[in-house]
T-cell receptor, first 118, second 113 residues
């Protein structure tokens, strides 16, 4: 099946620093990738939809200047949390819109990045 | 009202038990429905899609009631390895092309010996 990787898996940083998270589709081309955030005991919340070669589409309430998304190639999307603060501490998960399986659109999820801002 | 609602649980059941989870969704235009499984501190993984006619995959049976906007998942003969959080997922629907997925907060299942 299709594989999506994320790097780093875990990051601890000081308040005010920027953190970049990479999401890669390893064995397929992904024109669309998604970035989610999940706080403890809550559902995954879509932050933005990333389309290769164009600007990301952000969900309501998500600051595009704080969460910078770049999808420069068909296998890589990056999320940069700029000037991170403790309230940005969360589990960030990417997914890629993958090849059809059984005629259905499928999203393949990366393993997630756990961010802790001190 | 949340777009996708689930009973958070936890459901504590013994091995071999049958357990059922329910989910309701608010967007009548939704066209695709899924159950995902999420283990602690891991990413969600697709368990099964849910079709209008109902579908079964081994010990797992999923059903959809469009009129009531209700989805269910039945797990028979529970195993210890079934312990996880089960996420009800619905596509946003209503637009052309691919629609984003909306996740429920999940129902936690704990299977004990």
């Amino acid at each position: 099946g299709a594989v999506v990787s994320q790097h780093p898996s875990r990051v601890i940083c000081k308040s005010g620093t920027s953190v970049k998270i990479e999401c890669r589709s390893l064995d397929f081309q992904a024109t669309t990738m998604f970035w989610y955030r999940q706080f403890p005991k809550q559902s995954l919340m879509l932050m933005a939809t990333s389309n290769e070669g164009s600007k990301a589409t952000y969900e309501q309430g998500v600051e595009k200047d704080k969460f910078l998304i770049n999808h420069a190639s068909l296998t890589l999307s990056t999320l940069t949390v700029t000037s991170a603060h403790p309230e940005d501490s969360s589990f960030y998960i990417c997914s890629a819109r993958g090849p059809l399986e059984g005629g259905e659109e499928t999203q393949y999820f990366g393993p997630g990045t756990r961010l802790l801002v001190l | 009202r949340k777009e996708v609602e689930q009973d958070p649980g936890p459901f504590n059941v013994p091995e071999g038990a049958t357990v059922a989870f329910n989910c309701t969704y608010s967007n009548s235009a939704s066209q695709s429905f899924f159950w995902y499984r999420q283990d602690c501190r891991k990413e969600p993984k697709l368990l099964m899609s849910v079709y209008s006619s109902g579908n079964e995959d081994g010990r797992f049976t999923a059903q959809l009631n469009r009129a009531s906007q209700y989805i269910s998942l039945l797990i028979r003969d529970s195993k210890l390895s079934d312990s996880a959080t089960y996420l009800c997922v619905v596509n946003a629907g209503g637009g052309g092309g691919y629609n984003k997925l909306i996740f429920g907060a999940g129902t936690r299942l704990a299977v004990h010996p």
